[in-house]
């Protein structure tokens, strides 16, 4: 069965860099079925795509965050990771990892989500 | 970006009701739309890919419609298991976008 678990500080200061990883089991990310993606919720909203990776390394990223993300692999250790620079208050959300397809790129499988708070 | 608008932003119905969830593209999407389930505290659930295509494992009483702009889903005889937000994603292009839910309430 596959199984995304995100880990990561819950607490990040403004104009730091909020940094996740997304541990997988059941599937391999270097299979190439797959991308790995990243899911924000900001508190009572919406849902926002971050961005997905493939496992050539090839990551894709909204515009609007762009120029403050990053998405990698650790296949040795089949994770992938989010890093997020200079972060504000309007970056506290609970950040998703999921899985998704290459036809569709609908996410099947998604952790659990974790909350990270931007606070002084 | 393609802007997704789904209504109602809230219902309420009672149990064995039939729901109806619309949701609009601001242009053509074909059929990468997809539909989640989320309930409080919990991860979003795939349960409609492709406008129409079940998720294994997803009870025969949800349904999903539609191409091009116009979408729904439905839900043939409501549940107590599915009082939940409902979501609509388009992945048409990028960056996907999703709706702002619809939340489903007990009446």
């Known amino acids: 069965q596959v199984q995304l678990q995100e880990s990561g500080p819950g607490l990040v200061k403004p104009s730091q860099t909020l940094s996740l990883t997304c541990t997988v089991s059941?599937?391999?990310?270097?299979?190439?079925?797959?991308?790995w993606s990243w899911i924000r919720q900001h508190p009572g909203r919406g849902l926002e795509w971050i961005g997905y990776?493939?496992?050539?390394?090839?990551?894709y990223y909204d515009p609007s965050l762009e120029s403050r993300v990053a998405i990698s692999l650790d296949t040795s250790k089949n994770q992938f990771s989010l890093k997020l620079t200079s972060v504000t208050a309007a970056d506290t959300a609970v950040y998703y990892c999921?899985?998704?397809?290459?036809?569709?790129?609908?996410?099947?499988?998604w952790g659990q989500g974790t909350l990270v708070t931007v606070s002084s | 970006d393609i802007q997704m608008t789904q209504s109602p932003s809230s219902l309420s119905a009672s149990v064995g009701d039939r729901v109806t969830i619309t949701c609009r593209a601001s242009?053509?999407?074909?059929?990468?739309l997809n539909w989640y389930q989320q309930k409080p505290g919990k991860a979003p659930k795939l349960l409609i890919y492709?406008?129409?295509s079940l998720q294994s494992g997803v009870p025969s009483r949800f349904s999903g419609s539609g191409s091009g702009t116009d979408f729904t889903l439905t839900i043939s005889s409501l549940q107590p298991e599915d009082f939940a937000t409902y979501h609509c994603?388009?992945?048409?292009?990028?960056?996907?976008?999703f709706g702002r839910g619809t939340k489903v309430e007990i009446k």
């Open positions: 999921a899985r998704s397809g290459t036809r569709g790129y609908y996410n099947d499988y």
């Open positions: 059941g599937d391999s990310i270097s299979s190439g079925a797959y991308y």
């Open positions: 990776i493939y496992y050539s390394g090839t990551a």
């Open positions: 242009q053509s999407i074909s059929t990468y």
């Open positions: 492709a406008a129409s």
């Open positions: 994603q388009q992945t048409y292009s990028s960056p996907q976008t």
